[in-house]
């Protein structure tokens, strides 16, 4: 595996920022060709190295159920296992890690009972899995969309926030007519509004208004991710820890804001506090706690996952190296069991 070029991860650091900006803008910005600038993602992308998809935002996170999922399994048993889950359109991220489990999902549904149906009716059905801790998201201050490659300029990266400026109010809902939108920005973030309309059935013109609202209403969100070894972020590992509750929306809100940072949300368990992050070597880790516990002398860490291999993440499944091999449709609203919807009464 080579690193990425400069031009590359100027690239992708541009989608980061402004994921469905025109060829010609991010031409403009990176000092390119469009038609190269355009090239070189599809080369990107063709090999894995780099892909855009879209989901639900955090707003909308918040207001349906999301659980980090800790499952240990029989020795011998864990292949077959993650080879069954990859496919669930609930557990959009599937990690082997380190520590007291051996797998830790991320679970998204779109609700409490969702939820049961997918531990109870799902998960406990495998073979070789002996148990299962969940663990809910109860508020979310970052998640991937926000991490940035960090390799433009400050000029370049106003250029294309101004571009790639919503309202984001996070008010808004995700309508059930603008779901196949939103499955199908997850599949490619930059697919053209032309195709969008023939999967939702309505005209380009229509489609590129509902994608403009739904980023408005801040619903929505549209990021661009790359291979971890490309990173160079080669370490990925969460961290369980526990802040004093009064305490917990300002140390989480100032964790968020550091630039190792992948995800920190408040959950409710054992502890209340979880934080991923991508670093460059091992050893940053144990770095990483010595600065958390002087800036935040009331928060204490329970417990540490080393991640040894990403399977999946954020709907896309991985090979060894950490490359996007296929898509999976985040359908959260797909009954986990193939039991009908609730239907919500009057």
Not at 20 to 49: I, N
Not at 146 to 164: E, H, N, P, T
Request: hydrophobic letters at 45%; proline letters at 5%; glycine letters at 6%.
């Amino acid at each position: 595996m080579q690193d990425l070029a400069d031009a590359d991860l100027a690239l992708i650091h541009a989608l980061q920022i402004a994921p469905r900006a025109p060829w010609a803008l991010l031409g403009a910005v990176l000092g390119a060709d469009p038609v190269t600038v355009a090239r070189r993602w599809q080369r990107l992308s063709a090999a894995g190295e780099a892909w855009i998809t879209g989901y639900g935002s955090a707003a909308l996170m918040r207001r349906t159920s999301l659980a980090l999922v800790a499952v240990s399994c029989l020795p011998g048993r864990l292949p077959e296992i993650t080879a069954q889950i990859l496919d669930d359109p609930h557990a959009v991220t599937v990690e082997h890690t380190t520590g007291s489990c051996d797998l830790l999902l991320t679970v998204w549904t779109t609700g409490l009972a969702d939820l049961s149906d997918y531990l109870v009716g799902r998960l406990s059905r495998l073979p070789g899995i002996t148990a299962t801790r969940t663990t809910m998201v109860t508020d979310v201050y970052a998640e991937g969309s926000s991490w940035r490659v960090g390799v433009l300029d400050a000029a370049a990266r106003d250029r294309l926030r101004r571009a790639a400026l919503t309202r984001a109010s996070g008010l808004g809902e995700l309508r059930t007519v603008d779901r196949p939108l939103a499955l199908a920005l997850g599949r490619d973030g930059r697919v053209p509004y032309s195709e969008l309309a023939v999967a939702a059935g309505i005209t380009a013109a229509t489609a590129r208004r509902r994608v403009a609202r739904m980023l408005d209403d801040g619903v929505l969100t549209i990021r661009c991710e790359l291979a971890r070894y490309a990173s160079h972020r080669p370490v990925s590992a969460t961290l369980w820890a526990n802040v004093p509750p009064g305490e917990l929306a300002a140390t989480a809100a100032a964790i968020a804001s550091r630039p190792e940072v992948r995800l920190c949300a408040a959950v409710a368990g054992t502890q209340n506090l979880i934080v991923t992050v991508w670093l460059s070597a091992l050893a940053d880790l144990q770095r990483l706690e010595i600065s958390l516990s002087a800036r935040f002398p009331g928060l204490s860490i329970a417990e540490r996952a080393i991640v040894l291999r990403h399977h999946k993440l954020m709907g896309r499944v991985l090979d060894e190296a950490g490359r996007a091999v296929r898509a999976v449709d985040m359908d959260i609203w797909h009954p986990p069991t193939g039991r009908p919807p609730t239907v919500a009464r009057p």
